[in-house]
């Protein structure tokens, strides 16, 4: 006789008074294995790309002790959450609560446990645990999913939004343009993502007054021999082009505005295709140390590179870059213009990240919650990206193609079901097959040169903006009520 609940074993035979209790038993060895393996449900799917030594309980000292809250169970309950934008910590303690129920044991109803075990995390395991992801999707690559033989990489800048506390005020505080106590804390993140894979590398923190070129500095580490750095032109400047030159990386920027322009200059290469020679001045500038800017070279050979913009309906644009692949016969104008127009993916990644998974406004009260906040979706955000990555080369379709927000939705859907036939190798390979296939039967459509306004439709609700501290406005709201002339006093 057939199991009627397959994804529920041992139920119908619950009902039926059949259970034994050598069964009941198992059932709970079995439970207790599989919480102690994986953790959660998203581990069935996530697994091979995570290191699960990482995540180990420590011999000594923090994360040694055995608790309700462990290492694993955190790391996952924490990642759950991020995989669910707008998920409360109490939701979090009910699925823990689930998880223990096997085992006759319920957690604490309360989210002070859960809060504390996410604050014992170490920030220097979870940002090893990025490492080893982003390294991962990088050596997936696959040649031709390469730029002419190159990694591109892309890097631009955002701000992300949080808590409005001291501590973090006092970290990243709040635009200059807001009132004291009407504002919130913003940090500017300076990233580097694969074009490729979209996969986030690295990124790091600074303030709003912090320049992105000098946050750049901290990311040249990133770029190694044979890569091409794909940028805006707020990245743009002798000293960031000469820097990335002298680890053997090359880039692909926009001319800064302020850069004069003479084509008549340097060794024509082409049409508006022209080799110059940049000199090194003789100021040193705010965004560099005395260290760094002597080692800066005193000349450097770029090549300016004209294109021309042309989309039905819209007026005709020319834009200027600046290369230091020099090469016209191998990187040729045409190749040039067609990758800066892929700098735009970086804007969708961010949307990704920021939009979908809900990096835009973080909930964290303290730095170094938030850091491990923003750490935290930016392995969900590569786990996500991973498997993208995996459903392109097994089902042979177009990475880009693949839409980054209906494989969240659909994970949401079918984690369940992996967890529930985690074991049963066959089924999880049948199961793993057509979850595959449903993300790759549902591509983006492919509409180049699109152009949408930067504009919402849906207007914001009509209320007052908070001018003034919220304390402040509730006293003024309070007086102005107690001066006005009651309904029943005598004329």
């Known amino acids: 006789m057939s199991n009627p609940t397959p994804f529920l074993p041992g139920l119908s035979a619950r009902l039926a008074g059949r259970q034994r209790r050598s069964q009941l038993d198992q059932l709970r060895v079995q439970s207790e294995q599989w919480r102690q393996s994986s953790l959660s449900r998203l581990c069935e799917i996530f697994g091979p790309w995570l290191p699960v030594a990482m995540l180990s309980p420590t011999a000594k000292g923090l994360n040694s002790r055995r608790r309700t809250y462990p290492l694993p169970l955190t790391f996952w309950a ?4 991020v995989l669910s934008p707008g998920s409360s910590c109490r939701e979090v303690v009910r699925k823990v609560q689930a998880w223990y129920a096997p085992q006759d044991k319920l957690a604490d109803s309360g989210t002070s446990a859960y809060c504390q075990a996410r604050n014992r995390l170490p920030l220097s395991g979870l940002t090893d645990l990025h490492q080893s992801l982003a390294g991962k999707l990088s050596a997936r690559l696959t040649t031709p999913e390469l730029w002419l033989g190159r990694r591109v990489k892309v890097v ?7 808590p409005d506390t001291a501590a973090n005020q006092k970290a990243w505080p709040q635009p200059s343009g807001q009132k004291t106590g009407c504002g919130f804390p913003v940090v500017k993140l300076v990233a580097c993502f694969c074009l490729a894979s979209g996969a986030l590398l690295e990124w790091v923190e600074g303030t709003l007054t912090e320049h992105d070129c000098r946050l750049f500095q901290k990311l040249l580490s990133v770029f190694k021999k044979g890569d091409v750095v794909l940028a805006d032109r707020g990245f ?21 505005q302020f850069r004069k322009l003479d084509w008549r200059a340097g060794q024509c290469l082409g049409r508006r295709d022209r080799l110059v020679t940049w000199q090194k001045g003789a100021l040193q500038g705010k965004l560099w140390t005395s260290e760094q800017w002597a080692q800066v070279p005193v000349e450097l ?8 913009v042309t989309v039905p309906g819209f007026r005709t644009h020319k834009l200027v ?9 191998i990187y040729s104008a045409e190749a040039l213009g067609q990758l800066y127009f892929r700098r735009w993916a970086v804007e969708l990644c961010f949307r990704d990240i920021k939009t979908t998974l809900g990096l835009d406004v973080l909930r964290c009260q303290t730095p170094a919650m938030v850091r491990k906040e923003i750490v935290m979706h930016a392995l969900a955000y590569n786990l996500i990206r991973a498997l993208m990555q995996d459903i392109a080369h097994s089902c042979q379709v177009p990475v880009q193609r693949l839409s ?3 494989t969240v939705d659909a994970l949401r859907q079918w984690r369940e079901l992996f967890g529930n036939a985690k074991g049963q190798a066959r089924t999880s390979g049948k199961l793993r097959k057509l979850f595959y296939q449903s993300i790759a039967d549902d591509m983006l459509l492919d509409r180049p040169d699109r152009s ?13 903006l908070l001018t003034k501290p919220r304390h402040e406005m509730i006293v003024e709201r309070n007086r102005k009520q107690s001066q006005k002339p009651s309904k029943h006093a005598l004329n």
């Open 78 to 81: 924490f990642l759950s959450q």
């Open 156 to 162: 631009d800048g955002t701000g992300v939004s949080m």
């Open 236 to 256: 743009s400047s002798f000293a960031t082009l000469a820097m990335l030159r002298a680890r053997g990386a090359d880039a692909v920027m926009r001319l800064h």
């Open 301 to 308: 050979s770029v090549r300016l590179v004209e294109i021309i």
């Open 321 to 329: 870059l600046v290369t230091t692949l020099l090469d016209a016969q």
């Open 404 to 406: 980054f927000k209906g």
């Open 452 to 464: 949408e306004p930067r504009a919402v439709k849906r207007r914001p609700k009509n209320f007052r």
